[in-house]
């Protein structure tokens, strides 16, 4: 699938403007690099976000990628994650990767427990809306430690981006997944009874 800016909705183009085109491109192994000129190292990635934070470049792709995974543009397993900020108040907006095992969808954090849309989620008990074409609520109920290892594993198969942030090759057994599980939160994706919201 080849996306140019003829492809994309009405605001979205600007979006892959300005400074992004300037200051260097970021393809998080999404399969966008037709879109994207060219890619960073795994390095500069990590650097990207040092101490579990993104710099001012990993916002503004945060910001791009929350857009075009909203607006369904990307295949279906990217999506934008909306959430209350625990300390803001307002809805914050975050790029993510699903993975699937067994039947059911669960969101990983690559950036382990003090991630800021992982600290929002436990802040909003797991209440949150995911977006893609349509704005969906959810309830993110976090996957105890000792489950985690086959899901960690089967997000580093599907979500190429996280590779650099998890240092453990997609390709290890379950056992070396299970050393790293505790600090690299999972939630399975559930839907709220109709009545629930």
């Given at each position: 699938m080849r996306i140019t800016s003829r492809a994309l909705p009405a605001g979205l183009t600007a979006a892959c403007t300005g400074d992004l085109s300037t200051s260097?491109?970021?393809?998080?192994?999404m399969g966008w690099s037709r879109l994207m000129p060219f890619r960073y190292s795994?390095?500069?990635?990590?650097?990207?976000?040092a101490g579990e934070r993104g710099n001012a470049t990993a916002r503004r792709f945060a910001r791009f990628w929350s857009t075009l995974f909203a607006w369904g543009v990307a295949p279906r397993r990217w999506v934008t994650l909306e959430v209350v900020g625990?300390?803001?108040?307002?809805?914050?907006?975050?790029?993510l990767g699903e993975a699937d095992l067994d039947g059911k969808r669960y969101l990983?954090?690559?950036l382990g427990n003090d991630c800021n849309w992982v600290r929002n989620v436990r802040a909003a008990h797991g209440h949150a809306f995911l977006v893609r074409r349509r704005r969906s609520p959810c309830i993110l109920l976090e996957v105890p430690v000792h489950q985690r290892a086959p899901i960690i594993r089967r997000y580093l198969n599907q979500v190429p981006g996280a590779r650099?942030?998890?240092p453990v090759d997609r390709h290890a057994g379950v056992a070396a997944f299970e050393l790293i599980a505790p600090d690299y939160p999972v939630f399975l994706i559930?839907?709220?009874?109709p009545?629930?919201?």
């Open positions: 260097g491109t970021y393809d998080p192994g795994d390095s500069q990635l990590r650097d990207m976000y625990r300390r803001s108040g307002r809805m914050l907006r975050f790029p990983v954090s690559m650099p942030h998890i559930t839907t709220p009874p009545t629930h919201w």
